[in-house]
């Protein structure tokens, strides 16, 4: 009798990892597509002069032996990640419907153009602090004010406060400029990674729940699935640099288990749409762009949500940049193949047309 509720229980455990956690399968959408970047000749020394940097905030994290302390050290270095920022832009604190954001607005920028930025970081650690250069950036760019969200994360909140607070701020941000309310003559939502995945997340949201649509959406790098289906997951492993020793352990774990693990993590169902763009409904999206490296581990995810969305109908353009870490557009931002991904975001901006 035990054996039998036990093969019960676990035959029950893994239907609903398989049929309810796991979400569709997306595989049809896994075709090479997108604008191929051969890697640039400053590359290679960038890339290793910051993976230095890395392992060496790894080395000090694990020196703690302690889950804590180590967790600490990553989000301190992550929150120092633009100290060395050198500009004219203006960074200001504001609240904006209940939830902590910043300002950047270059100077001479046009504060009815306006960004919001969603910042990367494994929905763990990252800050508008640390982003510094991503919003300095942008508001350059785009000539436009930039607000960058200051999301609850994880561990201490579930998934579903990062969207709540992006929700919010997208809001506000339609109806408030940097000086208070004023009109959005033009809006642009963007995040890198795990911020890449909350700007995917407000731009299929925003067809019913807001009351303006953005004019473009960029995604750097962005995670489009929790569920960590694509293929690249576990092929690019070993060539992700940045993400492989992380997330590279969790993808090495049984599927069903993997399900579990991120639910009980994240406190959401992993395939729920909020929580995993790709997922949604990804007919009339706005003019999206979003960048990926050959090398890293959510390059599928791009891939699946650009094919998902051509096929809806929806103008979404992906670029791929051949050899690069992931998020290198900040890591390695003004050298060799970043340099050149900014060129391309500001052709993207330039040529979007306000709704």
């Not at 940097?178 to 809006?187: E, I, K």
């Not at 949201?205 to 995604?219: E, F, L, N, Q, Y």
Request: aromatic share 8%; with cysteine.
């Amino acid at each position: 009798m035990t054996w039998t509720i036990l093969i019960t229980l676990a035959l029950l455990w893994w239907l609903i990892a398989r049929f309810i956690l796991s979400g569709p399968d997306l595989s049809r959408y896994d075709s090479y597509v997108g604008e191929i970047f051969e890697e640039h000749p400053e590359d290679v020394a960038a890339t290793d002069q910051f993976l230095e940097v890395i392992r060496g905030v790894r080395r000090d994290s694990q020196k703690t032996k302690s889950l804590k302390h180590g967790f600490a050290i990553v989000r301190k270095f992550a929150d120092e990640l633009s100290d060395d920022l050198q500009t004219d832009t203006v960074f200001s604190s504001v609240t904006a419907n209940g939830v902590s954001c910043e300002w950047a607005v270059a100077s001479g920028a046009d504060t009815a153009r306006r960004i919001i930025f969603l910042h990367g970081g494994a929905f763990l650690f990252g800050s508008p602090k640390g982003h510094r250069r991503f919003s300095d950036q942008l508001s350059k760019l785009a000539n436009a004010a930039v607000l960058s969200v200051d999301y609850r994360m994880l561990p201490e909140h579930s998934r579903m406060k990062s969207i709540i607070d992006s929700q919010h701020a997208y809001q506000w941000v339609i109806e408030n400029g940097p000086d208070g309310p004023q009109n959005c003559d033009f809006l642009i939502v963007s995040g890198d990674s795990a911020g890449g995945n909350l700007a995917l997340m407000l731009s299929n949201w925003s067809k019913h729940g807001a009351t303006r649509r953005p004019d473009g959406v960029i995604g750097f790098s962005p995670s489009t699935d929790m569920t960590l289906s694509s293929p690249t997951i576990k092929r690019n492993r070993d060539t992700d640099k940045i993400l492989g020793e992380g997330l590279g352990l969790l993808a090495k774990l049984p599927t069903a288990l993997q399900m579990w693990v991120g639910l009980f993590t994240m406190r959401i169902n992993p395939s729920n749409k909020l929580a995993s763009p790709v997922f949604g409904d990804l007919g009339d999206l706005p003019p999206t762009l979003i960048h990926a490296s050959s090398n890293e581990m959510l390059l599928g995810e791009g891939i699946r949500y650009t094919n998902k969305a051509v096929a809806a109908g929806s103008p979404v353009k992906l670029q791929i940049w051949k050899n690069q870490i992931h998020d290198w557009h900040l890591f390695n931002m003004h050298k060799g193949s970043a340099k050149e991904a900014w060129v391309e975001v500001k052709k993207f901006i330039d040529g979007l047309q306000p709704v």
